[in-house]
């Protein structure tokens, strides 16, 4: 049987060839002539693995940034996004799914401007995220699952149908994709009638990464697929999405950032991220 050609996970092209060697995780990162995406070759023989509770804690390798203790100060932008993305959709009734939730924090967020869900794989995380919700009496709620493999509770089928969601966000999450194709379209079909889907990520075609090269901080060992403006732009359209807009950096403003950024504040040397912060943004 013939094998078959490596391909661009982003544009399915087969004009792709080792980049770099991450030595500091020991993976090897794959480039697309054509789009400009990267990724990584091979693929984690179970990448789904790396988020149990030792990445929520803190206690693993590659690990998140726990969100629990300061979830007040990340709130402020959450409510910014959420402005933006109230704006987006306009007047008709907000119901947010946030994929790759974590703890829930800003589906939470979410569910004081309509209804909101929250989507991960993480079965640690959505419990100790719904316990949260629970206890804080909010009307967020999170599943365990991702988009090509929706929970099929007879609930979660109404709440999880064709075209009912107005916004879908994937935040720092569209890099975790072994395949975005698959999964893109499956939030392309949850999306309704002028629904809008918001996707922070990394550009690949940025200064930063441009200027970083293999040291870019971006390279991690669960972050598979690295992607270009371009490419995303490219395998969006494909998909049937028909309006873009691109946030440099971000879709909310320095202000929120910088509130958010005060609750790490613990000694005035913390201080001199606020003027880091402010040149990036």
């Not at 013939?2 to 391909?7: M, V």
């Not at 030595?23 to 693995?49: I, M, T, W």
């Not at 589906?107 to 079965?123: C, I, K, M, N, T």
């Not at 359209?237 to 879709?251: A, I, V, Y």
Request: charged content about 20%.
């Amino acid at each position: 049987m013939k094998k078959k050609a490596l391909s661009c996970p982003v544009c399915a092209s087969v004009k792709v060839a080792q980049k770099y060697l991450i030595e500091r995780h020991n993976f090897s990162v794959h480039a697309c002539a054509d789009c400009g995406s990267e990724f990584q070759y091979p693929l984690p023989k179970n990448a789904d693995a790396f988020y149990d509770e030792g990445y929520y804690t803190g206690s693993a390798n590659f690990s998140y940034q726990d969100e629990r203790k300061a979830e007040r100060f990340h709130n402020y932008v959450h409510f910014a996004r959420l402005r933006t993305i109230q704006s987006a959709v306009g007047k008709k009734h907000l119901k947010l799914l946030d994929v790759g939730c974590a703890f829930g924090a800003f589906a939470r967020a979410a569910a004081h401007f309509g209804e909101a869900y929250g989507l991960d794989v993480s079965q640690f995380a959505v419990q100790e995220g719904n316990k949260i919700s629970q206890a804080m009496n909010s009307q967020a709620r999170l599943f365990e699952g991702d988009l090509t493999h929706l929970p099929k509770t007879a609930d979660a089928k109404h709440i999880f149908a064709a075209g009912s969601f107005s916004a879908i966000t994937l935040i720092e999450v569209a890099e975790h994709l072994a395949e975005p194709r698959p999964a893109l379209a499956a939030a392309y079909d949850l999306l309704a009638q002028g629904g809008v889907l918001v996707i922070q990520t990394a550009n690949f075609e940025g200064l930063q990464a441009r200027d970083a090269g293999s040291g870019y901080h971006y390279y991690l060992p669960g972050h598979l697929t690295y992607f270009t403006a371009t490419g995303l732009r490219r395998l969006l359209s494909e998909l049937g999405f028909r309006e873009f807009k691109e946030f440099f950096p971000t879709d909310f403003p320095l202000w929120a950032k910088w509130r958010k950024a005060w609750g790490d504040v613990k000694r005035p040397g913390d201080l001199l991220r606020f003027w880091r912060m402010s040149v990036y943004h």
